[in-house]
């Protein structure tokens, strides 16, 4: 499916083109199936909802850019493995009780946990750089492939987002996940300022639906004048996604000039 660009004939340093507009292959890892994909939908979000920054590193009304944990995780893995790698030098060359088995169990321990650093060491200096890009404008969205694998960037209506099932008594459940276009149907988390899933789809949705006024955030506030004037010029064409709440424009006036123009 070819998509149409909008952004700034192809010159916009967070343009990214189109990798996948489709899900081929065998999902056996996150894909659980249809019954597990969540709708684009704006559904209605309660007094728990976050409406302060969206917390990327670009935030406008056509590109959001935010840190990928793709670049965060092999820093926390790997602390936690050096963690162990020093924890069991400590042991080994300060406690002299310990006895034979205790000793092959230290040396098992440490010797998984050099291995373990050494692999996220080198994956840390030889993974492609990963990136979380939300473009409004194109309707695309790109983000982080599996390990080594390259960035994803595919049309928001053809992404399939789920949801964790979480552990024991739910901990960890309803969190919003991508699923990637990969053979192995890979997730990955991909969380909001919403309280579950729902909402942060519902938010990501409203935002992502360039023909509604922008959604709650401080930062996007200083754009609605310019995203309200651009949507008047194409004469406020019909939303792309529905939405069970209202989305009001900024102003009484805005909202009015809307209604008599859009009819919507």
């Not at 916009?12 to 019954?35: A, E």
Request: proline content about 7%; overall charge positive.
């Amino acid at each position: 499916m070819a998509v149409k660009n909008n952004s700034k004939d192809n010159k916009d340093p967070l343009y990214r083109k189109v990798t996948h507009t489709q899900y081929t292959g065998i999902k056996k890892i996150g894909d659980k199936g249809p019954q597990s994909w969540l709708q684009k939908v704006i559904v209605p979000l309660d007094k728990y909802f976050y409406k302060g920054n969206m917390g990327g590193q670009t935030v406008t009304d056509e590109f959001v850019e935010s840190p990928a944990q793709a670049n965060i995780a092999p820093l926390i893995f790997g602390g936690v493995a050096l963690l162990f790698v020093l924890l069991s030098l400590y042991i080994l060359f300060t406690n002299d009780e310990i006895d034979g088995s205790g000793n092959e169990f230290i040396y098992y321990t440490l010797s998984i946990s050099i291995l373990i650093l050494l692999f996220i060491i080198y994956y840390y200096f030889t993974m492609p750089k990963k990136e979380i890009i939300l473009n409004r404008m194109d309707s695309t969205i790109t983000f982080p492939g599996f390990m080594w694998k390259k960035n994803i960037t595919m049309p928001f209506d053809k992404i399939k987002f789920s949801y964790t099932s979480g552990g024991p008594n739910f901990i960890g459940a309803y969190m919003l996940v991508i699923v990637r276009p990969d053979k192995a149907g890979s997730t990955l988390g991909f969380p909001f300022p919403g309280i579950d899933c729902y909402q942060d789809l519902a938010y990501l949705t409203w935002y992502m639906d360039k023909n509604r006024p922008l959604p709650p955030a401080e930062d996007l506030d200083a754009y609605r004048e310019k995203d309200f004037e651009r949507r008047k010029k194409e004469k406020f064409k019909k939303p792309l996604y529905r939405s069970q709440i209202p989305t009001p424009e900024a102003t009484p006036e805005q909202q009015a000039e809307r209604e008599r123009i859009g009819k919507w």
